[in-house]
């Protein structure tokens, strides 16, 4: 029930079809593909019954940073019965091919959520690896971080990413559209 479809075959149906993007709010508003309303991942299953109303009406393409977090939300749509088109390589890929990207007035870019994710687990298995010289079986948060990305790559979810959508600089930025500006927009006429 999804089907992909490339940034140069997005393009010129911009305005014809509804774009979700599923980055958090923070990675959003730094930029995003023109047109795209923002619901968040996590918020998905909030956006359920508007989104089905809006995939009767138009097409439903889902886009992300690389297309991960667009693949899993697929899933959770399908699984819902709503069909969707997934945007593949993502904002990312949309960026790389010249296309210009709308940003929330005052918005820094931030690091996409799998960028940040590497970061952080990275430097908790470094620092349990050093902590464990002066404190012996300290390497064993090395091992819990290792068993957490080894389960978060089996069931295609990640505590961490989520986790990390909570911090301020990926929560909504004054001018973001919330999830009720975005449910509202996919119930206006003409959408």
């Not at 990275?122 to 349990?128: A, E, N, Q, R, T």
Request: one cysteine or more.
């Amino acid at each position: 029930m999804t089907t992909p479809l490339t940034v140069d075959q997005l393009q010129p149906r911009l305005g014809r079809l509804t774009l979700i993007d599923v980055r958090s709010p923070g990675e959003y508003a730094g930029g995003h593909i023109p047109g795209a309303l923002n619901i968040p991942l996590d918020q998905l299953h909030h956006a359920l019954p508007a989104l089905r109303a809006a995939a009767g009406r138009n097409e439903l393409a889902v886009v992300c940073a690389a297309g991960q977090r667009a693949r899993n939300a697929c899933e959770q749509l399908a699984e819902a019965g709503i069909t969707t088109l997934l945007v593949t390589g993502g904002t990312n890929a949309w960026t790389e091919a010249g296309h210009p990207v709308d940003r929330v007035a005052g918005a820094r870019p931030v690091w996409a959520m799998d960028r940040q994710v590497r970061l952080v687990a990275g430097s908790i298995v470094l620092l349990g690896l050093l902590a464990d010289r002066a404190r012996p079986g300290a390497r064993w948060l090395s091992a819990a971080i290792g068993g957490g990305l080894v389960f978060s790559a089996l069931t295609n979810s990640c505590a961490m990413a989520t986790a990390l959508g909570k911090l301020p600089y990926n929560r909504p930025r004054p001018g973001t559209p919330t999830l009720d500006d975005t449910l509202d927009a996919l119930d206006a006429p003409g959408r």
